[in-house]
């Protein structure tokens, strides 16, 4: 119950601030709600197809927006999910896996805990916002998106998120503080703060971010959780190829013998082309990998770190996309890792099939040497319906 109060409470306090700073000349809805409902069926086997199990999971989202002022805004926004079938039973506590949020304040609520059916809910952002042209300010559950690449981001170090959580696309959120300072028209700083529920969970930094020579720079530093972090990347283009690249380097306050220093780094590049074609590469450097990976097909639980993007030192991603027409295009992915010569084979089908209602079809195949043979370890298939209001 403590989970709806939560909600009950939050809602009225952001109509009553909004009823009280409406005015006459307001044309702005005081109040505006978005949101979607998913259907996904999926189904995975290991090697041999007959040794399938499926799941189905029924996805809503609901987005609140109160706009209280010319200034100040709120939102709130809520994810519902359902999950049933016979891949459930096979993963110990799969409730409480997915009830687990890296937030200050336990906004999130699981309804029904059963061995094949599942229903959880959290609160994923709520917050308050001032904005104006010099200022911008948000204070509450949150995303703070620091990063620069389309796959690995080294600089997203409050809310790094796993890029095979394909049905996620808003992203984790965090309960912080972010102050944003416009300093001219190609400068910005912003200083952010996450507080943890113990002192070795505190994340507090700041970001400069630049214009200069048509490329795009930043740079950050602070403290994240056990470590100073220190990093950069640019954005901007070689002839009509997308060029990006971002780093962090992240040095342990106490050194033991647990502890290590970490670099990480990703660079990327990408062009779209006149044919409707688009090509993307990227790779990913991780200094101190733990080159352990589960390669269960799951992406229910989705934490990661910006100290560990990825489990392996050398990562390297490829992606072409072709649009077959207005209503839909064909995306075929990978990732390869020398360890163990681990591959992961993504391809996906998107078709927007009527206004606001989208179907796609989305494989994940998880390949790895294993006992002195390469294996196909799980494949996972995925038909996924979204009808969005």
Known sequence: MKFCNYILTGILYFI??????????TKTPWIELNGYIKDIQSTYFIQKIDSNASVNLIHNRLNFKFNISPKISGRLEIRNRIFYGEQIKQIPDFGKTINQYNGLLNLSHLWIDEKSFVAHSVIDRMLIQYGDEKWDIKIGRQRINW????????NDIFNAYN????????????????????????????????????????TAAFLYKFNKWKYDFQFLGGVYQTDYVFGGGWAGNIKEAGFKGEMSYFIPKKNTLDTSETFSFSIMADQTFKNDWYISLASLYNSNPTNVFAGNGSFYNSNLSAKLLFPFRYNFYATVMKTISPIASFNFSFIYSPEKNTLIVV?????????????DFTAQSFFAEQTNSYKNLITQIYIRGRWSF
Do not use: M
């Open 163 to 202: 890029f095979l959580d394909f049905d996620y696309e808003e992203r984790p959120g965090n309960d912080a503080i972010r102050i944003q300072r416009n300093l001219n028209t190609n400068s910005v700083l912003e200083l952010a703060y996450k507080p943890g529920k113990n002192k070795e969970e505190h």
């Open 147 to 154: 990063g620069i690449n389309n796959i690995w981001n080294p």
């Open 16 to 25: 009553c601030l909004t009823v009280v700073a409406q005015t006459e000349e």
């Open 347 to 359: 391809p996906s089908y998107a078709w927007n099939v009527a206004t606001n209602f989208d179907l």
